[in-house]
């Protein structure tokens, strides 16, 4: 009985989705606590994840500028779960916390038909990308791969 390698595309593609789909499950869910919690209009919470003018995303301005920078930092910090439990493999963590963070990139192009240039923006998705990438593959190597191997007594 042949099983599925995680290195097959079929593979590959489902936990991409999977891992897609809690990225922006998590950053719809902390966007609806900021907005709820600085008191910023209701009717911004479906932009929120993709805000990348100065105006939109700083950390100097109170309430929806804020929000949507601790929405990205508390998404990625809530992503390393994720990726321990989508991912499952120590060696291919770093992909998909790229690939979320260039398809994010992408999108936050398409939605606001402009490239970002707040430099904030780009600090923020770069620092958190590698310290994910990098703490993922920890998470994944010493609470997966390390763990100790049960083995029964004869």
């Not at 950390?59 to 804020?66: E, F, K, P, S, T």
């Amino acid at each position: 009985m042949a099983s599925k390698a995680d290195w097959e595309t079929s593979t590959i593609l489902k936990k991409l989705i999977l891992y897609l789909l809690g990225y922006y499950i998590v950053y719809y869910v902390w966007s609806i606590v900021l907005v709820g919690a600085l008191h910023v209009d209701w009717h911004q919470l479906g932009r929120y994840p993709f805000r990348i003018r100065k105006s939109e995303f700083s950390l100097h301005r109170r309430g929806d500028g804020l929000g949507a920078w601790l929405a990205m930092v508390l998404t990625y910090i809530c992503c390393m779960g994720l990726t321990y439990a989508v991912v499952k493999a120590t060696r291919k963590s770093w992909d998909y916390v790229l690939t979320s963070s260039v398809l994010h990139l992408l999108l936050c192009i398409i939605i606001n038909q402009a490239f970002p240039v707040n430099w904030i923006w780009w600090v923020t998705i770069v620092l958190a990308s590698l310290i994910l990438s990098v703490v993922s593959e920890m998470v994944n190597y010493y609470l997966r791969d390390m763990r100790e191997i049960k083995l029964d007594h004869v």
